[in-house]
């Protein structure tokens, strides 16, 4: 299809009768890329696009929305707090993507961000009209997957870069590690101090695509598990599903200073540790790190100096066969008519080629709420755990972590949390785990319906912060307000410097309805 709309004819012997292919991507400000992202995919047979627009300042809707077969989703920022990591919010993406693709008949779902690029590497048969597009039709590959295959695989492509200035079109770079990673030096922003790595920069699992009659679930952004019923913040087991290698994927990993800046930026409020306990890859700490404690002029003289390799030495990886100069994302390109248009970095876009009707919807994730009142009737203790606690009940929290096989949640110094507590009396203590100092005790105070709780009905008993409530106070609100404030963490002095405004770590509230008669018409239970 050309920018138009229009069927583009030097697409259609190689799209007919073929199975029908969507793909889905959660994007923040990737302007430099969507444009290209969802021709060149279309280019290559994929026939429908969810796009999942995660709090966009730049052009990415108006983008989607010039393109009749894309579908932009609106993920609202209240929703997107919400989750612990971007991965997070991606797989519950991947699995509302998932929906839609079956909902529409598509056959497959193909998973990618932004900065990359499929490719089928079918044989082309003596196809000499248009190459790229016959080898890299992404339908003529999953035709012949086995009927029993549920996921294909794509390998990973990483680009390896060289500086060319800022601006330049991202397919200019050519230089790409494969099976075989090249190994590179790690300088942390902070210390100084240099570490080798010798595996991909980003990763190595590759991208997926998933056939849509699978019972699957998305695992991570990388790929599918089979069905478990569970959804962020819980985590689903690793059951794997009947996959075929095939085909590839291109990373263009950062392709100059702003884009390494505004792509680590974009990530520097995660956690250093992924959900499942593992450690962040060396070079995305270091480098979330160095995009939010460099300026813009340090920026570059570290990536200059860290990152950017000098083309000569590119070439020698390459006569070495360490590295491969590969144009096939460029090609693609223009064999699909891509550049046969005005310049597409200093473009207009005129009100016209925006395609009115597109459809422009609004997500709502809900995940399953813990009903409070009939477990306390059914056990004299619940415990709530951070990683149940509601969506909407709470303000100033951070997404879910985990520690020791235990979710928590990061609180801000000021926080809040709502309970849906039928009138009654209470003890609550609030599990600060593993992670707190015991004297950070003295440097919390509590409220509950926004009325302080004095410091000598608080009390600490072992990791849990513990205080009683009556009926009366319970009936202040609808629903019972637990408030949280301390002073900020210095987190300078930590072997890796979070960048968040953190003050203690919430594992979850423990909760117990107290007998009648042990009850007070009023004040805080002592």
């Not at 991507?25 to 890329?33: G, T």
């Not at 009940?393 to 609180?411: H, I, M, P």
Request: hydrophobic letters at 35%.
């Amino acid at each position: 299809m050309t920018l138009d709309g229009k069927a583009n004819p030097r697409l259609r012997a190689i799209s007919h009768n073929l199975p029908r292919l969507a793909m889905m991507m959660c994007v923040k400000d990737e302007e430099r890329f969507l444009e290209a992202n969802l021709h060149y995919h279309h280019a290559l047979g994929v026939s429908r696009a969810y796009v999942y627009l995660d709090n966009c300042t730049d052009r990415s809707l108006e983008i989607v929305e010039s393109f009749p077969w894309a579908v932009p989703i609106i993920v609202p920022q209240r929703q997107s707090r919400g989750f612990g990591q971007m991965a997070d919010l991606q797989r519950t993406c991947m699995d509302d993507a998932l929906e839609r693709a079956r909902e529409e008949g598509c056959e497959w779902l193909l998973s990618l961000d932004a900065d990359e690029f499929a490719f089928a590497e079918n044989e082309t048969r003596g196809d000499t009209a248009t190459p790229a597009l016959a080898a890299g039709n992404l339908p003529r590959l999953l035709a012949g997957i086995h009927p029993a295959t549920e996921m294909v695989r794509l390998q990973t492509a990483e680009l390896v870069s060289c500086y060319l200035g800022e601006g330049q079109p991202f397919w200019k770079q050519t230089y790409f590690q494969g099976r075989q990673a090249l190994t590179r030096e790690i300088a942390d922003p902070v210390t100084g101090e240099i570490e080798l790595w010798n595996d991909f920069i980003a990763d190595r699992q590759g991208k997926s695509i998933i056939r849509t009659s699978a019972r699957v679930q998305a695992f991570d952004s990388h790929c599918w598990v089979r069905e478990q019923g569970k959804r962020y913040p819980k985590q689903p087991a690793c059951l794997p599903v009947p996959t075929e290698s095939r085909g590839c994927r291109y990373h263009f990993l950062v392709t100059d200073c702003d884009h390494f800046k505004s792509k680590y930026r974009k990530l520097s409020w995660e956690p250093d540790v992924w959900a499942g306990g593992t450690p962040v890859e060396l070079p995305k700490r270091c480098w979330k790190r160095a995009s939010v404690m460099l300026d813009e002029a340090e920026t570059r003289q570290y990536l200059l100096r860290h990152f950017f390799l000098p083309e000569p030495v590119l070439e020698g990886y390459v006569k070495e066969k360490v590295l491969r100069r590969d144009e096939t994302v460029a090609r693609v390109l223009a064999e699909s008519g891509y550049f046969d248009r005005a310049d597409p970095d200093r473009r207009k876009w005129p009100e016209a080629r925006v395609c009115p009707g597109t459809g422009v919807s609004t997500i709502s994730f809900v995940f399953a709420a813990v009903d409070l009142n009939r477990a306390l009737a059914a056990q004299a203790e619940v415990y709530y755990d951070a990683a149940d606690w509601t969506d909407g009940s709470f303000t100033g929290f951070y997404g879910v972590e985990l520690y020791e096989g235990q979710y928590f949640r990061w609180a801000s110094p000021e926080a809040q949390i709502s309970l849906s507590l039928v009138p009654g009396d209470y003890r609550l203590a609030l599990e600060l785990g593993p992670l707190c100092a015991p004297e950070r005790k003295e440097d919390m105070r509590l409220t509950f319906n926004h009325a302080p709780i004095p410091a000598e009905q608080v009390r600490l008993e072992g990791t849990r912060l513990t205080f009683e409530v009556c009926a009366a106070q319970c009936q202040v609100a609808e629903d019972p307000l637990i408030g949280l404030s301390c002073s900020a963490l210095n987190t300078s002095t930590w072997e890796f410097q979070d960048p968040r405004h953190l003050g203690v770590p919430i594992f979850g509230i423990h909760l117990a309805r107290l007998p009648d008669a042990d009850t007070k018409e009023s004040g805080p239970r002592r």
